[in-house]
């Protein structure tokens, strides 16, 4: 079953500890099938060096497993949350990046300081409030899911234009259309969050403000939407 995304999803796997987003096997990357209903998602705890397409875990959008000899990652209801809530998302990553995570554990927003910014994320990298105790009892990975989506709903955050996420106290999701887009941003995230880390540590002798709203409109548009003209047609 859905052997094409399950060997999708193993590849946007490994990407994770070639571009060193995870250490030992903290990350997971998903995939959906939005014509079936289904997605894929790596099992839990499970060596990238151990993997294979076939270990890859097929899950409902009800959260059920539909096959797989493996329980799948802890992860997946935070994933299917998502996918339910997001229509436009087609795959997903969460890592525990150095980088990322620094900002999370911090509570902070990443502000939009420059370009490479700008050229996959339109304004700050949210970080969203802590789970509360209660949530965290009652289904931690399904309320972290449910997080995610109010705040980018209740704060007016479109998806589509910002494909990164900070949860607080624990670390960064990603997505894009499919699961290999999905790292692509993770990496990204990674970057602009040391990039963004760096320039705060550095000595200036005025505030260090987000670039001007023209420069952000100019890059984010020349990569996205009707009138993009980056890369070749």
């Given amino acids: 079953m859905l052997k094409e995304l399950k060997r999708e999803v193993y590849e946007a796997n490994m990407l994770l500890p070639k571009h060193n987003l995870v250490t030992f096997t903290w990350g997971n990357v998903s995939g959906i099938d939005r014509s079936r209903g289904l997605f894929v998602i790596k099992p839990s705890g499970v060596p990238y060096d151990e993997l294979s397409p076939d270990d890859m875990v097929v899950m409902d959008l009800a959260g059920s497993k539909v096959e797989g000899k493996l329980n799948p990652s802890s992860d997946t209801p935070t994933h299917m949350e998502l996918y339910n809530r997001f229509d436009s998302v087609g795959g997903i990553v969460h890592t525990h990046s150095r980088w990322a995570t620094i900002w999370a554990q911090a509570g902070r927003n990443?502000?939009?300081y420059g370009t490479t910014h700008a050229d996959y994320i339109y304004g700050s990298v949210p970080c969203t409030r802590s789970l509360s105790a209660e949530e965290v009892e009652r289904a931690y990975e399904l309320e972290t899911g449910k997080l995610i989506a109010s705040h980018f709903?209740?704060?007016g955050i479109n998806p589509v234009y910002v494909p990164a996420v900070l949860v607080r106290h624990h670390g960064p999701f990603t997505w894009g259309k499919d699961a290999a887009?999905?790292?692509?941003?993770?990496?990204?995230?990674?970057e602009v969050a040391m990039m963004a880390f760096h320039t705060e540590l550095l000595p200036s002798a005025e505030a260090r403000p987000e670039m001007p709203e023209y420069i952000k409109e100019k890059h984010f548009k020349r990569k996205h939407g009707p009138n993009a003209y980056y890369g070749q047609k």
């Fill in 153 to 155: 709903e209740e704060n």
């Fill in 110 to 112: 990443i502000p939009a």
């Fill in 181 to 190: 887009e999905a790292v692509h941003n993770a990496v990204v995230l990674e």
